[in-house]
């Protein structure tokens, strides 16, 4: 199942502006994870939701990202019932984890990324959700 689908953005209060404001999307969280080096807003959107990334300042992955490519999608983020045993499986086919260990958020959900290559050109989350 979808948990979300990330987009990357140079300035978090104008792409609000559009989400809630224009599109009557209403901000369920909004926090800065320093280690990622960005500022987050999610965004119900029906089954799932929408994630707003803005890099805190210059060098973080978001902020590469942007310069790079711009603005737009960013990642794709996808449930698991169990990240071991999924992080398990798709290195036992090859696939590319850009990390060794799951990250964890501040509600416990562990998390994983799936480098883009691996993936077909699409940066993919894997979210273990806390139940």
Do not use: N, W
């Amino acid at each position: 199942m979808i948990h979300h689908i990330a987009i990357a953005v140079h300035d978090l209060d104008a792409a609000l502006a559009f989400y809630r404001d224009g599109l009557g999307l209403r901000v369920s969280e909004r926090r800065e994870v320093v280690e990622e080096g960005v500022e987050i807003a999610f965004l119900p959107a029906g089954e799932g939701e929408i994630e707003l990334l803005q890099p805190l300042g210059p060098g973080s992955g978001v902020a590469r990202f942007l310069e790079k490519r711009g603005e737009g999608l960013h990642h794709v983020c996808l449930t698991v019932e169990d990240i071991e045993a999924a992080m398990e499986h798709l290195r036992a086919i090859g696939v590319h984890l850009l990390s060794d260990e799951p990250g964890v958020t501040p509600d416990g959900t562990r998390y994983i990324f799936v480098h883009p290559r691996s993936a077909h050109g699409v940066l993919l989350e894997l979210y273990e959700v806390v139940k």
